[in-house]
């Protein structure tokens, strides 16, 4: 009775085991279940991810969540992971993500819920969601400067400025409005792009670019100018942003001292010259596409000075340096320079020397000398004496042509004037401010004739007559000779040149070996005729020929 009360326990502690160990295995073969509910994109950039738990399992839940990304295959391998923690529970779960195009490129978003426990992780099925894509219809104004407000009209799918940016070129702008159909933006300061160029606007979300405009105009913005003081025709160079490219000139751009428009010119900053008819403080303004703007400040132009002159006393015709500063260097509008009411010409002009010259036509006399530039006029210390020209004799008292003749007076050292002998005029040279010399012109007929010296302000006739010698023979030596024989002639009035004189036995012309005014050698002519015959002597156009025979012998 015992062992069958033993046999039938042990049976029935193999069944209860039996019984316990099915059950457990049933419980641990409990495994996740997840679905993906579909997202809804609430913005450009935030997305509502929604998912369900069915079943978590009965191993210890570590994670769960979604994972999205820009394409399909989504695992804990490939995706963003958005975790909600450990906490699961059986039912509906969901959440808002941000920013989301901060991470992927595209507009479609790939999304899958999942959970992970001990045992693994368990997805739900792969959902998509397309992101609303901003669009623009345009831009206005097409043209601005840094600090001006640009509308941009179009759909944005957004009011949260944490959502949307606005660049130009690369440079962030400033939102100072955002609806659903405008964005209102503040051009950028810092745009690497010089006046008028085309320059693009864009709109970035997360790490999406779209383009708003290809064609958007960046404008100089001008702050101000520099510098506020200088003489008429000193260089004033604008200082802001966005300025104009020297290679494409001023660009429309125009700048004003008071109601006066300054002439541009060509460096490298935009740089204007100031005009000479302004006054003497001008406020300055600048004009872009028809808009004037006041620059901060004002221009004034400083007053020339005159601190020497390089003479005190000098000729009509004479050249004189004043020292000074702030003299225009406008060459279009050069400082006027006078000697009383006579205007001097002004050749060279620096900031700090004017060189002029005294008119032809000014009287002898004492002047005040005074430098107008800009609305300025001022004086030099000292009066300027403008001196007479003098001619008072000449010497030699006779010549040939083509001699030279010296004229004493006062004259401008290296200057050119002209001289009459007669009625034929000959240009002449001061050698000195003494003397001048002038050489005896071609053509005239021997005789005696008035010299005339021509000054730019008068005329001087000499007291004293110029006698003009013509050729004369006096002798010759030898009177006979053979071809080749060396023939001295002696006389007055020759030409000293060759090129003015012609030597000919009978009609046979001779070489010309040496010759002076008073004297010629030549050789007798290899094809002389034999016997006797006239030696004639041409200098200056007139023929002179021999008294006396000379006779050629073999």
Not at 521 to 550: C, E, H, R, Y
Request: with cysteine.
């Amino acid at each position: 009775m015992k062992k069958l009360v033993s046999t039938n326990t042990f049976w029935l502690f193999i069944c209860s085991l039996s019984f316990c160990l099915n059950a457990c295995k049933k419980d641990l073969d409990k495994h996740p279940q997840m679905l993906t509910e579909d997202p809804i994109a609430i913005n450009l950039n935030t997305v509502e991810f929604k998912g369900k738990i069915v079943e978590k399992g009965e191993f210890n839940v570590i994670d769960y969540g979604f994972i999205y990304a820009a394409y399909p295959n989504i695992d804990d391998q490939n995706g963003i992971k958005v975790s909600l923690g450990n906490k699961a529970s059986v039912g509906d779960f969901s959440t808002l993500v941000s920013n989301v195009l901060d991470n992927i490129y595209g507009s479609t978003v790939y999304v899958r819920s999942y959970l992970t426990n001990s045992n693994g992780t368990a997805y739900g099925s792969v959902k998509q969601v397309s992101l609303p894509i901003p669009s623009t219809s345009s831009v206005s104004p097409t043209a601005g400067k840094a600090g001006d407000l640009i509308t941009i009209s179009g759909q944005f799918h957004t009011t949260d400025t944490a959502a949307i940016a606005v660049f130009f070129m690369d440079k962030k702008a400033t939102i100072k409005t955002l609806q659903q159909d405008k964005i209102v933006a503040e051009v950028p300061t810092g745009i690497q792009a010089s006046h008028n160029s085309q320059i693009g606007i864009s709109l970035q979300i997360g790490q999406q670019i779209y383009q708003a405009s290809y064609d958007f105009r960046i404008q100089a913005r001008i702050k101000d100018f520099t510098p506020k003081t200088g003489a008429i025709g000193a260089a004033v160079t604008l200082i802001g942003e966005n300025l104009p490219s020297y290679y494409y000139g001023d660009q429309g751009i125009k700048m004003y001292f008071g109601n006066v428009e300054a002439n541009f010119m060509y460096l490298d900053v935009p740089t204007y010259v100031v005009p000479p008819t302004i006054e003497e403080t001008s406020k300055v303004y600048i004009e872009i596409n028809g808009e004037r703007s006041e620059l901060p400040g004002e221009f004034k132009v400083l007053a020339p000075t005159v601190s020497a002159v390089s003479i005190n006393a000098g000729l009509p015709g004479e050249t004189i340096v004043i020292t000074g500063t702030d003299f225009s260097t406008d060459w279009a509008n050069l400082p006027k320079v006078k000697l009383g009411s006579y205007d001097l010409d002004v050749y060279d002009v620096r900031q700090n020397s004017i060189t002029a010259v005294i008119p032809a036509s000014i009287p002898s006399g004492t002047y005040a000398l005074t430098v107008t530039s800009g609305p300025h006029t001022v004086t030099a210390n000292n009066a300027f004496k403008v001196e007479g020209y003098s001619a008072s004799s000449f010497s030699p008292k006779k010549g040939a042509i083509n001699s030279l003749v010296k004229i004493n007076g006062v004259f401008n050292a290296n200057n050119y004037y002209e001289v009459s002998f007669g009625s034929t005029r000959v240009g002449a040279t001061a050698t000195s401010k003494s003397v001048l010399e002038v050489s005896v012109p071609y053509g005239l007929p021997a005789g005696k004739v008035k010299i005339t010296v021509h000054f730019p302000n008068k005329d001087i006739k000499l007291a004293d007559d110029f006698e003009v010698i013509g050729p004369s023979i006096s002798s010759f030596s030898p009177s006979s000779g053979v071809p080749g024989t060396a023939v001295t002639i002696t006389g007055e009035g020759f030409a000293a040149d060759t090129w003015n004189t012609v030597v000919k036995f009978g009609t046979v012309e001779a070489t010309i070996t040496s010759i002076t005014d008073t004297q010629i050698k030549v050789l007798v002519p290899s094809n002389v005729n034999m016997g006797a015959m006239k030696i004639n002597v041409v200098s200056n156009g007139q023929t002179v020929t021999s008294k006396d025979d000379f006779t050629a012998i073999n």
